[in-house]
T-cell receptor, first 115, second 109 residues
Framework: TAGITQAPTSQILAAGRSMTLRCTQD?????MYWYRQDLGLGLRLIHY???????GKGEVPDGYSVSRANTDDFPLTLASAVPSQTSVYFC??????????????FGEGSRLTVL | GQNIDQPTEMTATEGAIVQINCTYQ??????LFWYQQHAGEAPTFLSY??LDGLEEKGRFSSFLSRSKGYSYLLLKELQMKDSASYLC??????????WGAGTKLIIKP
């Protein structure tokens, strides 16, 4: 079972360039999330989507955009990368159905370095 | 503001028991999660507590006291593979997850 797949695994990007991190899940989960993880800080929510066709802003949305055209895919785009966006990015999904604890299932992460 | 506090790093010996504490101050409470994250890997779910008390799952147990804003994760019979970061997260009144910075657990032989 694939679960959640993220691509690329790692990327070095020049400041000012655009970049899309891809995320695909095969669990038919309604909710999907993008987090960034930085040393010494907790996971911080960038954007989320409770269901296909809807998205919402998290704690640190500036400089990022997302779309949710269907249940499976939730790409994250950096329109014009800056060095402060150097981080490890995790995509996650959860089953928001009744009886679920809402635990998150994470992808393996995308390590992005902006120079 | 909302805050989750957990120790930055702990060291324990293989075969021993370790308790990782988590205190929280959040706007509302709809459950507390513990996740394990090995270096360079994704977090994986360990436990979920929404009612006070102890939840046991094999070598791992998680305790919650809502009145004290406190939880702990208890790991017994420590193995080298338990070396990882342990993340505490609280679901607030808006069903948003608030994450602690994680506790890095180092297991020594």
């Amino acid at each position: 079972t694939a679960g959640i797949t993220q691509a690329p695994t790692s990327q070095i990007l020049a400041a000012g360039r655009s970049m899309t991190l891809r995320c695909t899940q095969d669990m038919r989960h309604n909710a999907m999330y993008w987090y960034r993880q930085d040393l010494g800080l907790g996971l911080r929510l960038i954007h989320y989507s409770n269901t296909a066709g809807t998205t919402g802003k998290g704690e640190v949305p500036d400089g990022y955009s997302v779309s949710r055209a269907n249940t499976d895919d939730f790409p994250l785009t950096l329109a014009s990368a800056v060095p402060s966006q150097t981080s490890v990015y995790f995509c996650a999904s959860s089953d928001s159905g009744s009886g679920s604890t809402g635990e998150l299932f994470f992808g393996e992460g995308s390590r992005l370095t902006v120079l | 503001g909302q805050n989750i506090d957990q120790p930055t790093e702990m060291t324990a010996t293989e075969g021993a028991i370790v308790q990782i504490n988590c205190t929280y101050q959040t706007s509302g409470f709809n459950g507390l999660f513990w996740y394990q994250q090995h270096a360079g890997e994704a977090p994986t779910f360990l436990s979920y507590n929404v009612l006070d008390g102890l939840e046991e799952k094999g070598r791992f147990s998680s305790f919650l006291s809502r009145s004290k804003g406190y939880s702990y994760l208890l790991l017994k019979e420590l193995q080298m593979k338990d070396s990882a970061s342990y993340l505490c997260a609280v679901l607030d009144s808006n069903y948003q997850l608030i994450w602690g910075a994680g506790t890095k657990l180092i297991i020594k032989p």
